[in-house]
């Protein structure tokens, strides 16, 4: 069987200004980097501001399990199949994290006869946006370090110093530290730690602002800790947000590659779904929608996550209205979630599978909740019988929804031309009548309550008193209005990872929240989640090397 890596690397791929030709951009609208990749320059993003915008299309799944769901390689191949049958489509999907790619999870570039290239680029360092993330959340824990050092004129509370530093890597022993040591010359020592790049709320930023003013005035929002008053400091107090927003000037400008087809497609942003919003970036997404009919973009994980964050967050403070979306399964991931053990998932096993579709069942209820229409896609594997594929085709039509066998994977954008019918025709029809979760006006506790008793139909939240007490002053501060963003376990719609299925009456234990003051969103950390994620036994680094030839080895 040939490889992810090795269908990538046969890849023809066409010059990138014939990639932005294809969207009716021109040679200066683009800034080359290299032959088969570019940004879309400042110039072209601010003059596509007015026309009327294409169709938005989600595409999500069920819960991860170690079977596999396809979401990327789904979202990929839908886009190439769209253009199949005549229609102009774009995809929108996030940059790969470097701590996945040498940790557990490898590349993220889809899969398959279904992937964005160049694969090796996109899954290392790309085009920078995520060395320049990191280089400017640290430069404003510089520039706190900095200004206690020199006087500390905005009197802060070193106790209180919110603002922790960040790695693009998975890196345990440096989620808790003590910093600075060495003696007076060195500063004052205090407790920090590290969050991986994905998790700054200066990746959320720039997934969020709408352009270069409104990227620096969240930037200057953002609260870095308190002063000995209990007053909020604000990273532009320190004067540190202009010196941010040159370091990410560059970065905020969409990242323009390809597909195996030629297709367009934006890779840009990459905040993880389990730990921050999960989506790729709102000046890439609404571009993307100035230029073509149809885009198809992804949320993070299952739709407990992704899908809720994208809704609840992105849709809302941008003001997006998706007209359709697609959640992914697979027969074998259904399975699992049925009770059958990973060796056992080749064999037809009917009776699982319909125990294990609940968990199809409950992300089917809830996204249809925010008033958005749903096909299911059936990511195809050669083990699949026709007795399995009928049962979840009937176990959807059951709950209204159409489930659409699709094999992209194996043929590319021929082998999903039937979902890709059916999803134009679903987001042409107008069904969609979009609605957020919650209001602004709700309470911050009552927001996190709401999302565990509707999307993870939890029994209850279980909030300590100074939690409590922290909701209530970021209310008091006036923050009272922003969504939620919880941090949960995404393979579980509960915060045990190991409850599979569809589980109901189950409390969910908040820890921790913080205030995301640039952003715009209140982080709700549940259970044993982790904004510092570690390497597991047998990290995929182990198995990453050059060749002979020089070619990147084991990302796949």
Not at 242 to 262: F, Y
Request: proline fraction near 5%; hydrophobic fraction near 45%; include cysteine.
């Amino acid at each position: 069987m040939t490889s992810d890596i090795e269908i990538a690397r046969r890849a023809e791929k066409l010059p990138i200004a014939a990639i932005g030709a294809k969207l009716g951009l021109g040679v200066d609208d683009l800034v080359p980097y290299g032959h088969d990749k570019a940004k879309v320059s400042a110039d072209c993003l601010d003059r596509l501001q007015t026309g009327q915008d294409g169709r938005l299309i989600l595409v999500t799944a069920i819960n991860p399990t170690p079977a596999g769901e396809g979401k990327t390689t789904t979202t990929v191949g839908l886009v190439d199949g769209l253009n199949r049958i005549g229609r102009k489509a774009v995809v929108c999907i996030r940059e790969p994290s470097l701590g996945p790619c040498f940790g557990i999870k490898g590349g993220a570039a889809g899969g398959g006869h279904a992937q964005v290239v160049p694969m090796e680029d996109i899954n290392l360092h790309f085009t920078g946006d995520f060395h320049a993330i990191t280089s400017a959340h640290n430069l404003l824990s510089a520039m706190i370090d900095n200004h206690i050092y020199w006087g500390n004129g905005e009197n802060i509370d070193t106790r209180r110093i919110t603002w922790r530093r960040v790695v693009d890597m998975n890196d345990r022993a440096l989620r808790q530290i003590v910093a600075p040591l060495g003696g007076p010359r060195n500063g004052f020592p205090r407790e920090t730690g590290f969050d991986i790049t994905v998790a700054s709320e200066v990746m959320a930023i720039l997934c969020l602002a709408k352009d270069v003013e409104d990227l620096q005035q969240r930037l200057g929002a953002i609260v870095i800790g308190y002063r000995y008053d209990k007053s909020p400091v604000f990273a532009r107090d320190i004067k540190a947000d202009g010196a941010m927003a040159v370091l990410l000037k560059d970065a905020l400008q969409p990242n323009l590659v390809q597909t195996l087809e030629n297709n367009p497609a934006f890779v840009h942003g990459g905040p993880f779904a389990n730990i921050a919003h999960g989506c790729n970036s709102v000046v890439a997404t609404k571009a993307a929608l100035k230029l073509a009919d149809y885009v198809v973009t992804e949320a993070g994980f299952g739709a407990d996550l992704g899908a809720e964050k994208f809704f609840d967050i992105k849709c809302r403070k941008a003001g997006l209205k998706p007209a359709a979306a697609v959640i992914v399964a697979t027969i074998r991931a259904l399975k699992m979630n049925g009770g059958v053990a990973k060796a056992d998932l080749g064999l037809e096993n009917v009776e699982a599978l319909k125990k294990g579709a609940v968990n199809l069942g409950r992300h089917i209820d809830n996204v249809r909740s925010f008033g958005v229409p749903v096909i299911v896609a059936i990511n195809h594997f050669t083990t699949d019988s026709d007795a399995e594929v009928a049962a979840i085709q009937e176990y959807a039509a059951g709950l209204g929804v159409e489930a659409v066998l699709c094999r992209h994977w194996a043929e590319g954008g021929k082998g999903i031309e039937e979902l890709a019918q059916k999803i134009a025709a679903l987001a042409d029809s107008d069904q969609a009548d979009f609605q957020p979760l919650y209001p602004d006006e709700m309470p911050l506790l009552d927001k996190i309550e709401t999302v565990a008793k509707r999307i993870y139909r939890a029994g209850g939240i279980a909030v300590e008193r100074a939690v409590k007490e922290q909701l209530v002053q970021f209310e008091a501060m006036g923050y009272g209005h922003l969504p939620v963003c919880i941090a949960k376990t995404q393979y579980s719609f509960s915060t045990d990872p190991t409850l599979l299925g569809a589980p109901e009456g189950h409390i969910v234990p908040v820890r921790e929240v913080r205030l995301s003051a640039g952003a715009g969103f209140v982080v709700a950390v549940t259970g044993d989640i982790m904004t510092m994620p570690g390497l597991p036994r047998v990290p995929a680094a182990e198995h990453i090397h050059l060749d002979s030839d020089g070619f990147v080895e084991g990302l796949f």
